[in-house]
């Protein structure tokens, strides 16, 4: 199990929290827990330390900082 923060951005408007978790799939599975993000998770891009990750599998480790980026429109 791994510490890791994540922050949601944009019009998801949830503080950020921290998920006792070993991978995305797991972090996944927490997320669906929380009622807020279940119209967010299937529109939504997750950025590990950065970079967009799609892997459910990617391990993660402590201190690892993810992002819930949800779509933006644009003119």
């Given at each position: 199990?791994?510490?890791?923060?994540?922050e949601f951005?944009?019009?998801?408007?949830?503080?950020?929290?921290?998920?006792?978790?070993?991978?995305l799939q797991?972090?996944?599975?927490?997320?669906?827990?929380?009622?807020?993000?279940?119209?967010?998770?299937?529109?939504?891009?997750?950025?590990?330390?950065?970079?967009?990750?799609?892997?459910?599998?990617?391990?993660?480790k402590d201190?690892?900082?993810?992002?819930?980026?949800?779509?933006?429109?644009?003119?």
């Amino acid at each position: 199990m791994a510490k890791v923060k994540v922050e949601f951005l944009g019009p998801i408007g949830l503080e950020a929290k921290e998920f006792d978790v070993a991978n995305l799939q797991e972090l996944r599975s927490e997320f669906q827990k929380i009622e807020a993000l279940s119209e967010w998770l299937k529109l939504s891009a997750v950025a590990l330390n950065d970079e967009i990750i799609e892997d459910l599998n990617t391990p993660l480790k402590d201190g690892d900082r993810l992002v819930l980026l949800p779509p933006v429109c644009g003119g």
